[in-house]
């Protein structure tokens, strides 16, 4: 798997996923070289902690989800239902800003599901955005039915 960092100074911006064939740069500024560290370690071991510097644009809505989706622990799920209620908002509206989430993994939107399914993951439902939730589900010790 392939990442791409986008980092604003010393705190990250996004990350974004990359095919394969995406030419690889090694990051050059110690934030970006510390992200990529942690990264490679979470990848090691999905227990391993993120303690990065983070500037996640978005309202502040979208701001309480992605701290309520950071607060998932490893290798636990929520639903879009449980989050809302926790938030006291609407599973739609918090589907929204996990879909919006530019800081994947770090701020770990695959954790969070449908009531009835695995749901969706960068905006999509089906094709390559779903494999890698499902493999950082997996990644994390989530058992999936089917």
């Known amino acids: 798997m392939r990442l791409g960092l986008v980092l604003s100074g010393d705190r990250l911006t996004s990350i ?3 095919h394969a064939d995406h030419a690889l740069l090694t990051p050059k500024s110690p934030p970006g070289i510390a992200a990529a560290k942690q990264l490679a370690a979470y990848f090691e071991n999905a227990a391993t902690p993120f303690d990065l510097p983070l500037a996640p644009g978005g309202t502040p809505f979208r701001q309480r989800v992605w701290q309520a989706m950071r607060e998932i622990p490893v290798g636990e799920t929520r639903t879009y239902g449980q989050l809302a ?5 609407a599973a739609r ?7 919006a989430n530019p800081i994947p993994i770090v701020v ?7 009531t009835g399914g695995i749901g969706g993951f960068m905006g999509a439902t089906e094709g390559w955005p779903m494999s890698i939730k499902r493999f950082l589900l997996q990644h994390e010790g989530v058992r999936l039915d089917g």
């Open 85 to 89: 209620q926790q938030l006291t908002s």
């Open 93 to 99: 509206a918090v589907g929204g800003a996990c879909g």
């Open 16 to 18: 974004d996923f990359l």
């Open 108 to 114: 770990p939107c695959h954790r969070v599901l449908a």
